[in-house]
């Protein structure tokens, strides 16, 4: 009798731990949809010996070093696959779209390629030994920036503020990068996904925004020096959000943008908060909490659709007239465009955008 007793308290034992964990697998989807309910990711443009990371600006180098065509030296190695690294930043930086019609590597009938790997400045952002068992070697990652008084963009803004026609990199002075003081100002969201699928938007340094009448309200001619070295001309990213969550939910483009690494418009506990979820480093806001409580009624977010795309690379954005008419007024108030705040969206690719390189430049690429 006892052995039964204790046989049936271990099966009334039994069966309430297995309906526990039948009830915590059917509240696990639920619970882990509430986790992450956003995502946002850098919109990536990948190639064979690099990536260029069109949200942050960056752009980053592959370079591999064999000891085996290196006197079995591994330092040597290592060194070799850096400088590799370096030319990879070159070739990738060559290829990158200026505008609708041009590249780095169409400037200047090539000359551009010779003086940019004197320019570009870049650092090591990865080294790995890899041992595969039959050909070791290291394979290093250097990255630059196309942001900041150093970066890409730098290099060509009086190019292309003033002068039509390519002569050299310029040697004006510019002043030390300094923070922007429009925290508590709005930012525009473009929508570019909704486009055909022979009509995706391809990012570019210095695409155009345009109206549907053909009239031009963003380029880089118009903007602010200090906001164009400090965040380009644009931003892309990806997601999946559905647009009425984007026009509705002020908190989903704050998750974005603290993913981006950009924090205002928020008190500053809040955004610390956001970062550490995700995170990111914190930029604390220069306005303050009464200051944004003043702003209440004016949205922190402009969500704007993109009609098309134009251009014979396809990196200009058409939006209605009545949005260009918005958006022109907006400026004159909050100077929205004339500091760059301007962020688009697209479709997420699968793997990410597969580049290419230019044809004379891929025929040098290689490792050593």
């Known amino acids: 009798m006892r052995s039964a007793k204790i046989s049936h308290g271990s099966t009334s034992?039994?069966?309430?731990?297995?309906?526990?964990?039948?009830?915590?697998?059917?509240?696990?989807p639920g619970?882990?949809?509430?986790?992450?309910?956003?995502?946002?990711?850098?919109?990536?443009?990948?190639?064979g010996n690099g990536w260029i990371d069109w949200d942050k600006g960056l752009i980053y180098g592959i370079g591999r070093g064999y000891p085996s065509k290196n006197r079995n030296n591994r330092p040597l190695s290592r060194g070799v696959a850096g400088v590799l690294a370096s030319g990879s930043i070159v070739k990738l930086a060559a290829g990158i779209h200026l505008d609708d019609a041009r590249t780095l590597e169409t400037l200047g009938s090539?000359?551009?390629?010779?003086?940019?790997?004197?320019?570009?400045?870049?650092?090591?952002?990865?080294?790995?030994?890899?041992?595969?068992?039959?050909?070791?070697?290291?394979?290093?990652?250097?990255?630059?920036?196309?942001?900041?008084?150093?970066?890409?963009?730098?290099?060509?803004?009086?190019h292309l503020s003033t002068d039509p026609s390519w002569r050299d990199?310029?040697?004006?002075?510019?002043?030390?990068?300094?923070?922007?003081?429009?925290?508590?100002?709005?930012?525009?969201?473009?929508?570019?996904?909704g486009l055909a699928n022979n009509e995706q938007v391809q990012p570019a340094m210095f695409p155009k925004i345009t109206s549907e009448t053909g009239e031009i309200i963003y380029e880089?001619?118009?903007?602010?020096?200090?906001?164009?070295?400090?965040?380009?001309?644009?931003?892309?990213?990806?997601?999946?959000?559905?647009?009425?969550?984007?026009r509705s939910d002020h908190r989903a483009i704050d998750r974005l943008l603290a993913k981006a690494g950009i924090i205002f418009g928020v008190d500053e506990a809040r955004a610390a908060t956001v970062a550490r979820s995700l995170q990111v480093p914190v930029f604390p806001a220069k306005s303050s909490v009464s200051k944004n409580r003043k702003r209440k009624k004016r949205e922190r977010y402009i969500?704007?659709?993109?009609?098309?795309?134009?251009?014979?690379?396809?990196?200009?954005?058409?939006?209605?007239?009545?949005?260009a008419m918005n958006l022109k007024d907006e400026d004159a108030s909050s100077k929205i465009l004339q500091k760059c705040r301007v962020l688009v969206i697209v479709s997420s690719p699968i793997g990410g955008i597969e580049g290419t390189l230019p044809t004379?430049?891929?025929?040098?690429?290689?490792?050593?």
């Not at 309430?16 to 039948?22: F, I, Q, S, T």
């Not at 880089?220 to 984007?246: F, H, I, W």
């Not at 004379?360 to 050593?368: D, F």
Request: aromatic fraction near 6%; charge should be negative; proline fraction near 4%.
């Open 13 to 28: 034992r039994l069966v309430k731990v297995l309906a526990l964990v039948l009830l915590c697998m059917f509240c696990l």
């Open 31 to 47: 619970i882990s949809a509430s986790v992450d309910e956003i995502s946002f990711e850098s919109f990536i443009e990948k190639h």
């Open 110 to 158: 090539g000359r551009v390629t010779i003086h940019l790997e004197a320019f570009l400045k870049d650092k090591q952002h990865k080294s790995t030994f890899v041992d595969d068992g039959r050909d070791p070697y290291y394979e290093v990652i250097h990255v630059a920036s196309m942001k900041g008084v150093g970066g890409l963009t730098a290099k060509l803004l009086d």
């Open 169 to 193: 990199f310029p040697v004006r002075p510019l002043k030390p990068r300094a923070e922007l003081d429009d925290n508590d100002q709005p930012w525009l969201v473009l929508d570019a996904r």
């Open 220 to 246: 880089v001619q118009k903007v602010e020096e200090a906001a164009l070295l400090n965040r380009g001309l644009m931003r892309y990213v990806v997601s999946d959000e559905p647009l009425s969550t984007l």
């Open 303 to 323: 969500v704007t659709d993109v009609k098309s795309v134009q251009g014979l690379a396809k990196t200009n954005l058409v939006v209605s007239a009545q949005d």
């Open 360 to 368: 004379q430049l891929a025929m040098n690429s290689g490792a050593m």
